[in-house]
């Protein structure tokens, strides 16, 4: 049986973009609407919950394979978002943000990488600075049309059922960091 890559071949992707995603170390992600479906289920016991895809989750931890740093900047301060990041061993999830921008900032000044060595998936306005900041600014099929417009990359699959892994697939296919 031979591997299947998630994503269109590479002939398909147009080399500016390929140029982007070659020098990729670090994935950013927001959570609603990327990471889940943006949807908000509220449990009988109290509490709300999301949805994650598996093979998003697969996807990162491709990624952390090959030393590819990846990172969560959410607004939303949800249990399961953290919880989701701590069982995928992320190890810089920041919840709670009012400005993503200034937390990336002092996230790659300590690692030591650049906005040129940056991917982000966001889906909402406030996600449009990071898109547009980083090499490889991505969104989903169903982030709001500003942002659809600001973005370098419209995944074809929706958030919280395989976008990221659709972005991680493409990180891989392209980084000099295989």
């Known amino acids: 049986m031979t591997e299947r890559s998630a994503v269109a071949p590479s002939s398909t992707i147009p080399l500016e973009l390929q140029a982007r995603l070659r020098r990729v170390r670090l994935l950013c992600l927001d959570v609603d609407g990327v990471l889940t479906d943006g949807n908000l289920y509220w449990s009988d ?14 996807g990162i931890k491709l ?11 959410s607004g939303g301060d949800l249990r399961a978002g953290r919880e989701r990041a701590a069982s995928l061993a992320i190890k810089h999830a920041y919840f709670g943000i009012g400005d993503k921008v200034a937390r990336y900032r002092e996230l790659t000044r ?30 989903v099929p169903e982030a709001v049309d500003e942002v659809r417009r600001k973005a370098r990359y419209v995944t074809h699959r929706p958030g919280g059922d395989g976008a990221v892994r659709e972005v991680c697939d493409l990180i891989r296919a392209h980084s000099e960091w295989r």
């Open 63 to 73: 990624l952390q394979e090959r030393a590819i740093e990846v990172a969560i900047l």
């Open 45 to 58: 016991g109290g509490g709300w919950s999301q949805r994650f895809s598996v093979r998003d989750g697969f």
């Open 110 to 139: 300590d690692l030591e990488i650049s906005p040129e060595e940056t991917a982000y998936v966001g889906d909402e306005l406030v996600d449009v600075p990071m898109i547009e900041l980083v090499a490889f600014g991505a969104t």
